[in-house]
Structures are given as C-alpha cells and as structure tokens.
C-alpha cells in the first residue's frame, strides 16, 4: 500500500537583500552545519586556510568521484595518477613558475591594504556589467515578450557605451600586462578612479610582481638542505610522468592523465571564503594530442566539461564561458568556465590549450626525450597539450552556496533548506523514530545498519519530529525515513522527500533501490 501525504505547495523566495548578505549566510551556514571551519580556529585562525568538517568532507570527496567518474572512469583513454606535491625544485624552473608565476600588486598607502591590481580593475569592470544587467532587466520588463536581449544588447546606446568602456579597459590591462608595464596599470587604476574598496582612499603604490610559490627546504642541516616549493599546481606532476604512464599503460594518442590533488599559492588576496585559499585542492586532466589537432580538442573539451557541470542541476544560466584576452605564457587558447558566486561569475574551471610548452621545456631542463612515437605516421613528436582544471574547494563553493536557500512555505512559515544535488549530499538519508519508546529506535536502528551498506546515513531521534525534519533540510539530507506505531504492525515507513517534502509510505524493504535511484552515480551523469 502506498499513500501520498503533501505537505501543502512549496514557493521560493530569496530573502537575501544583496549579495554580501548571502554570502555572508553561505560562510555561517557552511560552519553551523559542519561542513567548513577556519583552520586553527582556536588560535584565532590562519588567513585563507580552511578545514572541512564532518559534512564538509563527505561533499567534497562526493563532488572529487564525481569528477573522477567522469574524467577517467568513464574513458577509455583517460588515467589518474597521485603524484607528490613535492617536486624537484628544477621542473619550476623549466614550467616558468620560478620566472614568472607572479600577481601584479598593489598597496593602498592609507588602509596599508594590499590588492591583487587585475582584480581591482575586473572588480571596476563587474560593476559596469552589473549596470548593463540592469538596463536589460528594466528593458525586459518595458517590452515584455517582444523583448529581443540580443537586439537590446546590440543597439541600446548606452548599454554599447558601458560595453566599449569594458572592453577598451580590459584589453589595455592585457596588452600592459603582457609587456610587463606595470607603471600603465597603476595609470589604468588613477584614471578609472578606483578607490579602495574599504576605505575609499585613492593613495596608491606602485604596481609590483609577487611570486605565489610558497618556498620550503628539504634535508637534515642547513648547508645540505635543498630548496624547494611547494606545488602551486598539479600540472607539473602529470608532464614529468608522461613517458612513464604513456608506456607502461601502453597509452595511444589521444589520452589523457588525471589528478587530484593539493596545490599552494601565496595568493596576495584571500578575501573570499574557499573561493581563494593559499592551500586548495585541483582537479586536473592533461590530454595529449597530434600537433594541429588542439583547436578540435579544445572545442570537444569545452563542450564536454560544461555537460558536466550542467548534470548537476545547479541551472544553466549561472555558467558562462570566458576566453582569455591575455594568454598565458603556455597557452594558444584558453577559457574560463564561469559561475555565478553570491558574489558574482568567476572562473570556476580554466580550460588551456598548453601547446607542447611543458614537455619541450622538461626535454630541455632534463636532457630526456619526452616524446611519442606515432606507428601510423611513423614518426616521434612532442605531443600538445588540451588542459581542464578545476578548483575542488571552488566547485565546493558554486554548490554548496547554490544550493542554499529560503523558502516561504503555504503555512506563512519559512524554511531553510540545502538543496544539494542528491547524488552530493554528504548524508543520504536520516532515519528518524517518531518517539524514543515502544521499540521504534530498536527499528530505526536496524534500518540504519541494513542501509549503510550502500548509503552513509544518520539516525536522529532528539526533538519533535518537524524539528528533525528542519534540521535535515538544512544539512542537506534528501531523504527523512520516519517509523511509527503503523511501522510494527505492517512494517512500512514514510519516507520524505527534502525537496518536495513530499511524503509516501513504503515498504522497509524498498528503502534501498527508492534512495539508490536518486543517489546514484550513474542516474546523475547520464544528464551529460
Ligand atoms: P584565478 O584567476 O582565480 O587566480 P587561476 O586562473 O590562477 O585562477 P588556474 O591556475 O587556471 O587558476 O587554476 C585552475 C583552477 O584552480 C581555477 O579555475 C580554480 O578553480 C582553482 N584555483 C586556483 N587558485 C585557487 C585558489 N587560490 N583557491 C582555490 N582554488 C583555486
């Protein structure tokens, strides 16, 4: 038997006044429920270090396999590795990090604040686009369903303006960039008349390089001891096991490499929650490719990570893809994948076409060959390069903050919920005894055993039961199994659903395959 009980219509609604405000409750959220504390909390905390905590590391490893299932699993041609974060301290010196992985910076004299100088010129730019979302916004409600964004966006004279101003300002900053001109974008900033965002003050210092790569040694003395880095990225492990994977797993072009794993960078600005940390985690894949096949492999590599991102349901609108004006010295192509943060779209993943820049530059600082011998064409060649990177601790944060939110439930109540992807959610399931007596919690138990097997699942038996129910929807929970008195009499359950809130009463046996349905892997990537 199975009846629907609704818990009447569910509409949302975002309370949030502006996007500091929701940002805000993302970061108190992310601590209250256990899934992000700042690292070493009790000695005041370390800037841009954070720990993930018990949900915390449940939805990272979660988003982690997910990428893995994807990128390597479920491709032939792809394998992961784990190589070490330290590395000799040579290859940094052939990826050009030693040289030139550096951030312009710069320091406003009266707040003794210190400012990424790109950032502070995109941050200029964002609020001239911010304005163009709002003429689009007023002009969509003027002319209702003959609105034409395109045309709008085309012909508004002052939207084409703030355009133009977007543009001349971020392709100046690229050129000067480029040619290492610090002192014109120091003049970009005093023309633009950007202040500093704290204080308002205008007093700036000179634009000056900083290196990210955080030093280290290694060795018992100090005059034998070497110096080292720690990774600034996870790259360079994959470029110096090329050979060494492409042989012994007998690999044909194309194929590709993956990892996951920790990367540092002494990052001037720290200022964004895991946004942007001094030690995160990458995910990275290098396809090797022919030579002259990157332009293809580059589209291909596009198109199939947005797909992924798109499988997760967090709404396609909040991506967008950015391609670099300024290239990086590696690169003949290069795009962001954007997310719309509660502060706004940033590169969540950067997808490069390196070349063969890394393995001719390992081939020139090691002395080895680095290269592939091709039994159709019959020859050896450097292979290129096709590069999708992506932050974790980023990715954590485009779901985790996309997923939270307020809802004005048909009883003038309001609820918050963590509307996680399913197949995220740290906690599958909590099962919940309707009271602490009559054997329910023996139940209860019995279902959590039989059901963590398969799923991590948590039981709960304080407070009423509405207030359990609250209190899963806000950690995240898709499912609340609730057993009662009818529950030892033909034993069924309800079973609730976070979302919908929807209840059904099932059989106990059916738990396993109604959960694994809207948990799985497989249900989820086969959106892409
Ligand atoms: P940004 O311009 O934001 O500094 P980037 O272009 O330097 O990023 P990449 O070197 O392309 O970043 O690194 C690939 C991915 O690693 C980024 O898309 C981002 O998701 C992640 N990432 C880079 N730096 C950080 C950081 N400091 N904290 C968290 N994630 C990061």
Known sequence: MQTVLTIGTVFYFCTMTNQDDQFKRVISHAKEYGYVFQSSEIYDGLSAVYDYAQNGAELKKNIRDYWWKAMVQMHDNIVGIDAAIFMHPTTWKASGHVDAFNDPLIDNKDSKKRYRADVLIEDY???IE??????????AKRFGDAFDKEQFLATNQRVVEYQEKINATLSRMAKSLEKEDLADVKALIEELEIADPLTGSRNWTEVKQFNLMFGTKLGASAENAMDLYLRPETAQGIFVNFLN???TGRMKIPFGIAQVGKAFRNEIVARQFIFRMREFEQMEMQFFIKPGTQKEWFEHWKETRMKWHISLGLGTENYRFHDHEKLAHYADAATDIEFKFPFGFKELEGIHSRTDFD????EEYSGKKLQYFDHEMNESYVPYVLETSIGLDRMFLAVFSNSLVEEELDNNTTRTVLKLPAV?????????PLVKKDGLPEIAKQIVDELKWDFNVDYDEKDAVGRRYRRQDANGTPFCITVDHDTLSDNTVTIRHRDTMEQKRVKIE???DLIKQEVDVKTWLMKM
Request: proline letters at 3%.
């Open 359 to 362: 393995l001719k530059q390992h």
């Open 424 to 432: 995220l959610a740290p906690v599958k399931a909590a099962v919940l």
């Open 245 to 247: 994977v492409q042989k």
């Open 130 to 139: 911010a304005k163009i979302d709002k003429e689009v916004e007023k002009a």
């Open 510 to 512: 059916e738990l396993r």
């Open 125 to 127: 730019c964002a609020k």
